[in-house]
């Protein structure tokens, strides 16, 4: 399987990406009640992304196969040097792979170059939480009864030591 991962910075993928937003949260968020799953949905949507790519401090970074979208991960920057991943998610056919794990190294790559030295993500899913633990990520809480009314678990990675000194420039 050659599989190139590339930033998303055109409308095209979009659709793809929202179908595997779609496949993911009908197969993968079983812990979600039905009508939270249907919620993410309609949040998760073309509109959504169309906007989160023109934002200068996020990314979408997909692994596509020829044509075919395998995965993606999207990273929101935020400030003090945070940036927040908002999604990681494969396709059934690519899982076990080790497709996640290099989306994830790119969006730490990613990260480094554009001045983040910290990431953090939410999850709900055991089996997410031990997939990110053995990356390096930590849990560091729980967003009790928050979207949605469900439980969120916070995990963090840092990234690098120390922030990078234009974090406190603003440059």
Same mark, same amino acid.
């Given at each position: 399987m050659?599989? %190139?991962?590339k930033k998303?910075?055109?409308?095209?993928?979009?659709?793809?990406?929202?179908e595997?937003?779609?496949?993911?949260?009908? &197969?993968?968020f079983?812990l979600? +009640?039905?009508?939270?799953?249907?919620a993410?949905?309609?949040l998760?949507?073309h509109?959504y992304f169309?906007k989160?790519?023109?934002?200068?401090?996020?990314v979408?970074?997909a692994?596509f196969d020829?044509?075919?979208l395998?995965?993606?991960v999207?990273?929101k920057g935020?400030?003090?040097g945070?940036?927040?991943?908002d999604w990681l998610?494969?396709?059934?056919?690519y899982?076990r &792979?080790g497709?996640?794990?290099r989306?994830? %190294? +790119?969006?730490?790559d990613?990260?480094?170059h &554009?001045g983040?030295h910290y990431?953090h993500?939410?999850?709900e899913?055991?089996?997410n939480i031990?997939?990110?633990?053995k990356?390096g990520?930590?849990?560091?809480?729980v967003h009790?009864?928050?979207?949605?009314?469900e439980?969120?678990?916070?995990?963090?990675k840092?990234?690098?030591d120390?922030?990078?000194?234009q974090v406190?420039?603003g %440059?």
């Amino acid at each position: 399987m050659e599989l %190139k991962i590339k930033k998303v910075n055109r409308a095209l993928a979009l659709k793809a990406i929202v179908e595997i937003v779609n496949q993911v949260m009908k &197969h993968d968020f079983s812990l979600y +009640q039905p009508r939270t799953r249907r919620a993410y949905g309609r949040l998760f949507d073309h509109a959504y992304f169309r906007k989160f790519i023109k934002e200068e401090n996020n990314v979408v970074l997909a692994a596509f196969d020829q044509e075919r979208l395998a995965g993606f991960v999207s990273v929101k920057g935020d400030s003090g040097g945070v940036a927040f991943i908002d999604w990681l998610a494969v396709i059934m056919p690519y899982r076990r &792979h080790g497709l996640g794990t290099r989306l994830l %190294k +790119q969006a730490e790559d990613w990260s480094l170059h &554009h001045g983040f030295h910290y990431l953090h993500l939410l999850t709900e899913a055991p089996a997410n939480i031990a997939y990110y633990l053995k990356r390096g990520f930590r849990l560091v809480g729980v967003h009790r009864g928050a979207w949605f009314g469900e439980d969120e678990k916070i995990m963090a990675k840092k990234i690098r030591d120390n922030p990078f000194p234009q974090v406190f420039s603003g %440059k």
